[in-house]
């Protein structure tokens, strides 16, 4: 969600391990007699461009039936009745719902109701797929799953990106040769571009006090009327930074991980 830039290293590799996860939920949550609403709660405190990865799922067939960002305001009455009418419609409901959902007041829907803070002097939020799970278990009686994909969304490497791990070199690169060139105080930017039709990334350098402080949020034209899903549009946008299987190397059929001997530099 940084400003100035088209996306961040590592959104395409998180992006494609969140539609991948729901859509295996989705398949898991089919594949029983007695179905579900399942609740799967995704990073985003005030912007929802990985909740709304989750739509990428929808190319398969296996998308979220319901997608919820901080986007719009959250409405927990119309929540728990879209999902019970999917689920009496259909015998299932995925709901990808990010972290930072609030409600019109401004309130997060998952702020624990303690003074504890982040790093940054944040409100704690925590355990919103849980509060969701047992709001509409108490309401519809259905069979409910709180599912919080936590830290797996951005450290699960086995599902990246190689577009997102060749951007993300290309910007150290582009680091490394502007900082030896006397650059400073700039931060490296992706810029979207397209060449002969296709998908290109370029960089560029913009100054750190023009990024700081400020969030990239979801253009509102790339959410649905309704609040409850994203469009084509986000959909078209996301899809080229999931692009491409990077090799992977393991050891006895388990992944490889790179051991840094992390010598400083004097």
């Not at 290293?9 to 859509?23: D, E, L, Q, R, V």
């Not at 401004?106 to 624990?112: H, K, N, T, Y």
């Not at 560029?204 to 309704?226: G, R, Y």
């Not at 080229?240 to 190397?249: A, M, N, S, W």
Request: hydrophobic share 40%.
């Amino acid at each position: 969600d940084l400003y100035g830039t088209d996306h961040c290293p590592g959104y395409g590799s998180a992006a494609k391990y969140i539609a991948t996860t729901c859509a295996e939920v989705y398949k898991d949550a089919h594949v029983y007699d007695v179905g579900m609403i399942a609740v799967i709660e995704i990073m985003g405190r005030h912007a929802g461009w990985l909740a709304g990865s989750s739509a990428l799922a929808s190319l398969c067939g296996c998308g979220p039936d319901l997608i919820y960002l901080p986007e719009t305001d959250f409405d927990m009455d119309r929540f728990i009745s879209a999902a019970e009418g999917i689920y009496r419609e259909r015998g299932n409901c995925i709901v990808a719902v990010s972290e930072g959902i609030h409600y019109a007041d401004g309130s997060f829907v998952s702020e624990a109701k303690t003074s504890a803070t982040d790093g940054f002097g944040h409100a704690q939020l925590g355990g919103l797929a849980a509060l969701l799970a047992a709001a509409v278990k108490e309401r519809t009686g259905a069979k409910v799953r709180g599912i919080e994909l936590s830290l797996l969304q951005r450290c699960a490497a086995h599902l990246a990106s190689k577009a997102d791990m060749d951007e993300a070199f290309l910007a150290g690169k582009t680091a490394v040769l502007s900082a030896v060139s006397g650059e400073t105080g700039k931060m490296v930017a992706f810029e979207r571009a397209y060449e002969q039709g296709r998908y290109a990334c370029l960089t560029k350098l913009i100054p750190l006090d023009s990024v700081a402080n400020l969030e990239k949020k979801i253009p509102a034209q790339w959410i649905t009327p309704d609040g409850a899903n994203v469009t084509q549009a986000f959909i078209d946008y996301a899809l080229p930074l999931i692009q491409g299987e990077p090799e992977r190397i393991t050891e006895n059929s388990l992944p490889r991980y790179a051991r840094l001997k992390k010598i400083l530099a004097k």
